[in-house]
């Protein structure tokens, strides 16, 4: 059995950085990938980064590339999705997900999903 949990959201002011963790586990091999997705209140769910899914890690989003990354711990079967310069409107719960076997990060096509966190920016 997959799970994810995600954890490092909370309160942080504009131009704040803050680093998520999406624990993985129940995986029987390394061959999967991780996405990131986010969804703000009255808004459709958003890509925002995809890791595994080629070499190294994707931003998927056009109003976070610059301002994140994504990486991954192998070791500790942890992927991080580092934001800074955070804005009012990255306000949303953050969600990660995993496909197995690897392939694009697309909402529709993930086969797991964590709870999420929620990630509020304002002063």
């Known amino acids: 059995q997959v799970h994810l949990v995600e954890s490092g959201g909370g309160l942080v002011q504009p131009g704040g950085s803050l680093r998520l963790s999406c624990e993985a586990s129940?995986?029987?091999?390394?061959?999967?990938?991780i996405g990131w997705f986010r969804q703000a209140p009255g808004k459709d769910r958003e890509g925002v980064a995809c890791?595994?899914?080629?070499?190294?890690?994707?931003v998927l989003s056009y109003s976070l590339e610059g301002r994140s990354r994504i990486s991954q711990d192998k070791a500790k079967n942890t992927v991080y999705l580092d934001m800074w310069s955070l804005k009012p409107e990255d306000t949303a719960v953050y969600f990660c997900?995993?496909?197995?076997?690897?392939?694009?990060?697309?909402?529709?096509?993930?086969?797991?999903w964590g709870k999420g966190t929620l990630v509020t920016v304002s002063s």
């Open positions: 129940g995986f029987t091999s390394d061959a999967h990938s």
């Open positions: 997900a995993a496909r197995d076997p690897p392939g694009l990060c697309v909402s529709r096509w993930m086969d797991y």
């Open positions: 890791i595994g899914d080629s070499d190294g890690g994707t």
